[in-house]
């Protein structure tokens, strides 16, 4: 079943300015992970945020967590074209190193 | 260091033949995933496993699928008798042994296979 539900499903910006990205989910979890996938290749993971935690941080990513509400949102500030990707949010009911629950994703165009 | 190595990474094959996918996890990773990605689709969940032993094998079909990750050599992921509908691109992820903190899933490139 469905657990992560991204929207929107497909953004488009201009080089240099932020993309936000929302991932809703229906049951409890133990983390909530974002991957991103480019064309033709495998997904390679960008952040892990912990059930206990409201905000991380890694370079140009800012990711959001709200337990109450089931929802997380990915923020890529100053974006480049190379950011053009599909982001996918994946949950981890357990965290004992289990399977990974993904959404649909959405698909990013970064425009130069 | 090599990241998770999948082949072949296209595979055709014809209706009622067998597909044979394979995954080298990363080194040191002790832990395989496999899921399935449909075209516009995000990854389906198939099975887990660790070395020598299925661990969560709750998304793979009953029939026709079948994975195993040996002691020695790659893991196999094996769908009998093919037919339409299992074409799509399959990914092997893996990740550590855990040690008490969750570890992110590295993914290989995945394997499309299309079936005739």
């Known amino acids: 079943s469905q657990q992560g539900e991204e929207d929107p499903q497909a953004l488009s910006i201009q080089e240099g300015e932020n993309a936000t990205m929302n991932c809703s989910y229906k049951?409890?979890?133990?983390?909530l992970q974002w991957y991103r996938q480019n064309s033709g290749r495998g997904l390679v993971h960008l952040i892990l945020?912990?059930?206990?935690?409201r905000e991380k941080h890694s370079g140009r990513l800012r990711v959001t967590l709200d337990t109450s509400k089931k929802s997380s949102s990915l923020l890529i500030t100053a974006s480049r074209a190379a950011d053009t990707a599909s982001y996918f949010c994946a949950t981890d009911d357990s965290g004992a190193n289990s399977k990974l629950t993904f959404g649909k994703g959405i698909t990013l165009s970064v425009r130069p | 260091n090599a990241g998770v190595m999948q082949n072949p990474r296209h595979l055709v094959r014809r209706r009622g033949q067998e597909a044979r996918l394979r995954c080298s996890p990363m080194?040191?990773?002790?832990?395989v995933y496999w899921y399935r990605q449909l075209p516009e689709e995000g990854l389906k969940f198939m099975v887990y496993?660790?070395?020598?032993?299925?661990?969560?094998e709750s998304g793979m079909p009953k029939e026709r699928f079948s994975a195993e990750f040996p002691k020695e050599g790659p893991s196999i992921l094996r769908i009998q008798q093919v037919v339409r509908g299992d074409s799509a691109a399959y990914f092997c992820?893996?990740?550590?042994?855990?040690?008490?903190?969750?570890?992110?899933?590295?993914f290989g490139d995945g394997t499309r296979l299309s079936i005739l």
């Open positions: 992820a893996s990740s550590p042994i855990g040690g008490g903190a969750v570890q992110p899933q590295h």
């Open positions: 496993l660790q070395k020598e032993n299925i661990i969560d």
């Open positions: 080194k040191g990773h002790s832990h």
């Open positions: 945020i912990r059930s206990n935690e």
């Open positions: 049951t409890s979890i133990n983390n």
